[in-house]
C-alpha cells in the first residue's frame, strides 16, 4: 500500500483527469521560473551560502536541501509539548557549524487549525504562507520547516500560488499591505530532509553506538501525502518505494529499522481529534500504530519527524494500559534520536522528560548514562529557582523585537553580500 | 510577550437551545430540517457547487473502495470517503445537508484517501470544502462540534499559533497521565522554571507555543481580516469575533506606542518594519 509506484501513478492519472488533456505532471519550479520571467513572483533561491546538498524526490527530480544560513520555521504544537524536537535541531546545527535564525517573528502555518475546525480557508493558508516566506527572504535565511503538516500546506500554498491567478492576485495584495511582496521559495525543506543529508556530519559526531536498537518508523502523512511530488526518495532506502526520511538517518547510524504491517497508516492525530475527541486519536495511535510496532516488530522505539504524530504516538500510550494495552514504547523524533546518538544532554537539550512514555530503558541500551544526566538536570533546575540565567543555544532576543519583526543586520538578499554582518552565526 | 497572558479562557458562545442539543456526532437522522435549516441547506448546496475548487477536486468515481479500505476514520466511525465523494459528485441539498451534521467532522485529514483513488479526487479537500461552508453559515451541530475550539481559536487569531504548554492541563489531558505537562510536579519546581530549562529564549514560553512578536501577530491579523476568514469566524461565534477584534485593537496602540519609544533604534530601517502600521 502507498508505494512510490502507486503514487506516482495517482499522481499522473490525478492530472490527465484535471486536465483531461493527458498532461504529463509539470515541475512546479518550472512554472515558478516563468512567473518570476514575468516579473510576477520573486524565488527565494538557494545560494552557494546555503551549501546545499542534492537529492532526488518521487519522480527522480533534483531538490536541493541547503544546510546553512536557514531560518527556523517552528511547529505549533511541538514547542508547547515536545520541546525537545526544535532544541534537538538547534543543538544539532551548533554542533556541525551551521548558522540560523530562530527567530520571534514567525507565525504557525494555521494549517493545524484549518485541518480541525476549517475556520481558514486556502486564500489566507497561502497568505499566510507567503508572509513567513517573505520574512525569511527578507533576513537572507533559507526556510526550513520543522512541522510535516506546515511542509504539506506549504508545498500545497506554492503550488496554488503558481498555478492560480487569482489567487495569486488577491495574496500579493494582502502582502502589498504589510510591505511584503511574494516571494516563493525555489525548494520547500522539510528539516528531517535536513537531518538525512547531514547524515555523514552527524555519523563522525556519533558517540553511543545504536547497533542493537530496534527502530520502527512511522511516516507522516502530510510529509508524503500532500504534493507528493516534492518527497524525497532514494533507491537504497526501501528500494525507493517508501519515503527515504527519517529512516535513512536510523540506518546510517546503525539501527535496524524494522518493518510492522501498518506503516502506511496515520497516527491518529485527526487535529481535530486530538484535541477534543481523543477517543479516536488514542485507540487509533494504540491500536493501530503501537501494538504492531512492538508486536510485530519488537521495537524499541518508533521513530518520526512531525509534532502530531509524535504528540499522539506518545501521550496516546499512558491511558493504554486501562485497555490492556501496557505497551509505553519510546517515541521521538529523527532529530532527538540523532542528537542523543551525538552525546546530546538528555534532558537539557533533548528534553526527554516531556515525553510521556519514557526513554530510560532506550538510553540504557545506548549507553547512556541517564542516571548521571538526570541528577545534573536536577541540580540545574535548583539553580535556575534561586535566580541563575538559563544556558541557551543562541543569544537571547532584545526587547526591541518583543514588538517589531528585526534582527540585526537584516537585509533583503538581493541586495546583499554573500553575508550581512551580525546576521548570521549562531545569532538567533 | 504579553499578548496571551490576559486571554480569557473561554468556550465558544452557544445559545441555550444549542446547549440543550445534543453533540453533532449523536445528531444524524434523529429529526427531520426544519423550513430554515431546508433554506440553509439549498444556500450551502448552491455555494459548493459554485466553490472554484469543486471541479478540480471531484473528478468521478469508479465505486472501487480504494479510498475507504486505507482510511483511518472509516474503521472507527460510521463514515467512508466514498460515501463522501459521491455526496459531493452526485448528493443534493438535503444529503450534503445531512453530510455536515456530522460525518464531515470524522475525517482526520490524513489524504490516505487522495493517494489511493485511481480517479485522483481531492477527497481530503472537498470534506474541507464542506467544512468550511458549514463554519461560515454557522451550522448549528458545527457549532457545537467546534465549541471545545474557543481558546485554541482565540490563540490562533492573536498570535497564530495552535496550543501552549499552560494548555496542557492535567483536568483536559487527564487521558496522557502524569507526565504530559513537562512533568513538573515529578522535578520539584513549576511549570515557568521546567520552560527555563528550554535552551532557546524564544521556546520558554508558557502562554504559546514561542514567543510571537507584535509585529507578527499584527500582520496575522491584518491576512485574517482580508481573506475573509474574521467574516467565517463571526458565523461561528460572532462573541468571540468583537472580543478578538478588541484585543487586536490594544495590541495596535500598544504597537505604535513602542514605535515611539524605539525610535531612534527604528532609524534607517527598510522593509515592513518601517511602513506596517498594524
Ligand atoms: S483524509 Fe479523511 S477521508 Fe481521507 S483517508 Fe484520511 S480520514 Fe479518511
Ligand atoms: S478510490 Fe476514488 S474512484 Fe474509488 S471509490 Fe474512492 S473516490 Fe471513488
Known amino acids: 500500500m502507498l508505494s512510490a509506484n502507486e503514487i506516482r501513478k495517482v499522481v499522473q492519472e490525478r492530472n490527465q483527469h484535471q486536465k483531461g488533456t493527458g498532461k504529463k505532471v509539470v515541475d512546479v519550479r518550472e512554472e515558478m521560473e516563468r512567473l518570476e520571467a514575468a516579473g510576477e513572483i520573486v524565488i527565494h533561491r538557494i545560494r552557494p551560502e546555503n551549501r546545499p546538498v542534492e537529492v532526488s524526490t518521487l519522480f527522480g527530480w533534483k531538490k536541493r536541501i541547503p544546510t546553512d544560513r536557514l531560518w527556523h520555521h517552528k511547529s505549533c504544537g511541538q514547542c508547547g509539548n515536545i520541546p525537545g524536537y526544535p532544541s534537538s535541531l538547534l543543538w544539532l546545527m551548533n554542533e556541525t557549524g551551521r548558522t540560523y535564525l530562530n527567530e520571534p517573528h514567525q507565525t504557525s502555518c494555521t494549517a493545524w487549525n484549518y485541518h480541525g475546525t476549517a475556520t481558514s480557508n486556502p486564500v489566507a493558508l497561502a497568505a499566510v504562507a507567503a508572509r513567513n516566506f517573505h520574512r525569511a527572504y527578507e533576513t537572507g535565511h533559507f526556510p526550513l520547516i520543522h512541522c510535516g503538516t506546515s511542509y504539506g500546506d506549504y508545498k500545497e500554498m506554492r503550488k496554488l500560488l503558481v498555478e492560480n491567478a487569482t489567487v495569486r492576485a488577491k495574496v500579493r495584495d494582502v502582502l502589498g499591505k504589510m510591505g511584503r511582496e511574494l516571494v516563493l521559495p525555489e525548494e520547500i525543506v522539510h528539516y528531517s530532509e535536513w537531518v538525512h543529508v547531514m547524515a555523514p556530519e552527524i555519523l563522525a559526531r556519533q558517540k553511543h553506538t545504536v547497533e542493537g536498537i530496534v527502530a520502527t518508523v512511522h511516516e507522516p502523512c502530510h510529509y508524503y501525502k500532500m504534493v507528493p511530488e516534492d518527497a524525497v526518495y532514494d533507491e537504497a532506502i526501501y528500494a525507493g518505494q517508501r519515503p527515504a526520511v527519517p529512516s535513512g538517518i536510523l540506518m546510517a547510524l546503525g539501527a535496524k529499522v524494522a518493518d510492522y504491517s501498518t506503516w502506511y497508516d496515520c497516527c491518529g492525530f485527526g487535529f481535530r481529534h486530538i484535541l477534543s475527541e481523543r477517543e479516536f486519536s488514542r485507540s487509533f495511535a494504540n491500536l493501530r500504530k503501537i501494538r504492531p510496532m512492538v508486536e510485530e516488530a519488537h521495537a524499541d522505539v518508533a521513530i518520526t519527524s512531525d509534532t502530531g504524530c509524535v504528540t499522539t504516538l506518545d501521550k496516546s500510550q499512558w491511558i493504554g494500559k486501562a485497555h490492556g494495552l501496557p505497551y509505553m514504547l519510546p517515541v521521538l523524533s529523527d532529530v532527538q534520536f540523532a542528537a542523543l546518538a551525538m552525546g546530546a544532554h538528555p534532558y537539557k537539550i533533548a528534553q526527554v522528560h516531556w515525553h510521556a512514555a519514557s526513554a530510560e530503558a532506550l538510553m540504557t541500551k545506548m549507553g547512556i548514562d541517564w542516571k548521571a544526566a538526570k541528577a545534573e538536570f536536577r541540580e540545574y533546575l535548583q539553580a535556575l529557582k534561586n535566580g541563575q540565567a538559563p544556558e541557551l543555544l543562541h543569544p537571547a532576543h532584545g526587547e526591541i523585537e518583543t514588538y517589531f519583526a528585526i534582527n540585526k543586520g537584516q537585509v533583503l538578499p538581493d541586495e546583499a553580500p554573500a553575508a550581512p554582518a551580525g546576521a548570521g552565526g549562531r545569532s538567533r | ?278
Open chain 2, 1 to 278: 510577550m504579553t499578548i496571551v497572558a490576559h486571554l480569557p479562557q473561554r468556550a465558544l458562545t452557544l445559545t441555550e437551545e444549542e446547549s440543550a442539543a445534543p453533540p453533532a456526532m449523536e445528531l444524524t437522522g434523529r429529526r427531520r430540517a426544519s423550513p430554515e435549516e431546508r433554506a440553509l441547506s439549498e444556500t450551502i448546496f448552491r455555494e459548493f457547487h459554485a466553490d472554484p475548487r469543486y471541479h478540480e477536486f471531484v473528478l468521478g468515481c469508479l465505486n472501487c473502495g480504494e479510498c475507504t479500505t486505507g482510511c483511518p476514520a472509516a474503521r472507527f466511525y460510521d463514515f467512508s470517503p466514498r460515501e463522501m465523494l459521491q455526496i459531493a459528485e452526485t448528493g443534493d441539498a438535503t444529503t450534503l445537508w445531512d453530510a455536515l451534521q456530522e460525518k464531515i467532522w470524522a475525517c482526520c485529514q490524513c489524504y490516505t484517501c487522495n493517494m489511493r483513488c485511481r480517479f485522483g479526487n481531492d477527497i481530503a479537500g472537498i470534506i474541507s470544502v464542506m467544512r468550511e461552508l458549514s463554519v461560515s453559515h454557522g451550522v448549528a451541530s458545527t457549532r457545537k462540534t467546534l465549541a471545545p475550539f474557543g481558546r485554541s481559536l482565540t490563540l490562533l487569531m492573536t498570535v497564530g499559533t495552535q496550543v501552549s504548554s499552560d494548555m496542557i492541563q492535567p483536568d483536559f489531558f487527564r487521558d496522557w497521565g502524569p507526565f504530559a505537562t513537562g512533568s513538573d510536579r515529578a522535578w520539584g519546581v513549576g511549570a515557568d522554571i521546567m520552560r527555563r530549562a528550554i535552551p532557546s529564549d524564544v521556546l520558554q514560553t508558557t502562554r504559546s507555543s514561542w514567543e510571537v512578536s507584535v509585529q507578527t501577530s499584527l500582520e496575522l491579523f491584518r491576512i485574517y481580516e482580508e481573506t475573509g476568514v474574521l467574516d467565517m469566524l463571526r458565523g461561528l461565534d460572532p462573541d468571540l469575533t468583537e472580543m478578538l477584534i478588541d484585543i487586536i485593537e490594544e495590541r495596535r496602540e500598544e504597537f505604535e506606542e513602542a514605535r515611539e519609544r524605539f525610535r531612534t533604534e527604528l532609524e534607517g530601517m527598510r522593509g515592513p518594519v518601517a511602513t506596517f502600521r498594524g
